[in-house]
Structures are given as C-alpha cells and as structure tokens.
Nanobody, 118 residues
Framework: QVQLVESGGGLVQPGGSLRLSCAASGFSFSTYKMGWYRQAPGNQRELVATITASGSTYDADSVKGRFTISRDNAKNTIYLQMNSLKPEDTAVYYC????????????WGQGTQVTVSS
C-alpha cells in the first residue's frame, strides 16, 4: 500500500537545526511533486515547501532562507533541512505527495513532531 513515513522530529533549542525525512513507497515516487506542510496547535495546516519531479522548489515566506527541501529519487525519500529554528516553527510536520492526475488529490504521511524550545 501507499506509505509516507516521516521521521527526524524532536526537541531542539532555538537557533538549532533538524533534518526531517519522508520515506515513500507504493507509488511512482520519482514522478510526483512532493511537499512538506506543518500544523501548530490551534492553527491551520500550512504549506512549508514543495519540490517538483524535476527538482524545482518553492518555499513559504516564513521559512525562506532557513529551510531547504530536497529529494533523493533513488531512495524514494524527501528531506527538509531546517536551520535557525524558531519557537514559531513548533508544529507537526507532514509529508505530502501530490496526485499527478488530480490537482486536489494527495497522499499524506502521519506527521512528525518538531518542538523548538529552550
């Protein structure tokens, strides 16, 4: 079955770094646009970054210059390198695979918690 499994979350101090991974299986990973979203308590889920099948990236203004999305098609994995972390980055981070045949469709992972606190 289709699986998106996030890992790498945890507790980190402000200014620190963390690298999230999302391991994908059960679909043609290399042909899918992928993304990272996050949701903090009491907030709506928001886009963090996306990466297309060809490697083009988009970053939300809130993380631009601090976070980097990347993909390794040989490993069916996407990454989110998070640097200069701030308390407002605290959220559950979700991996998303955009369905190429339906603009509004997607696969979602279960999420991984990132907590930025001193």
């Amino acid at each position: 079955q289709v699986q998106l499994v996030e890992s790498g979350g945890g507790l980190v101090q402000p200014g620190g770094s963390l690298r999230l991974s999302c391991a994908a299986s059960g679909f043609s990973f290399s042909t899918y646009k992928m993304g990272w979203y996050r949701q903090a308590p009491g907030n709506q889920r928001e886009l963090v970054a996306t990466i297309t099948a060809s490697g083009s990236t988009y970053d939300a203004d809130s993380v631009k210059g601090r976070f980097t999305i990347s993909r390794d098609n040989a490993k069916n994995t996407i990454y989110l390198q998070m640097n200069s972390l701030k308390p407002e980055d605290t959220a559950v981070y979700y991996c998303k695979a955009f369905w190429p045949w339906l603009a509004t469709g997607a696969y979602w992972g279960q999420g991984t918690q990132v907590t930025v606190s001193s």
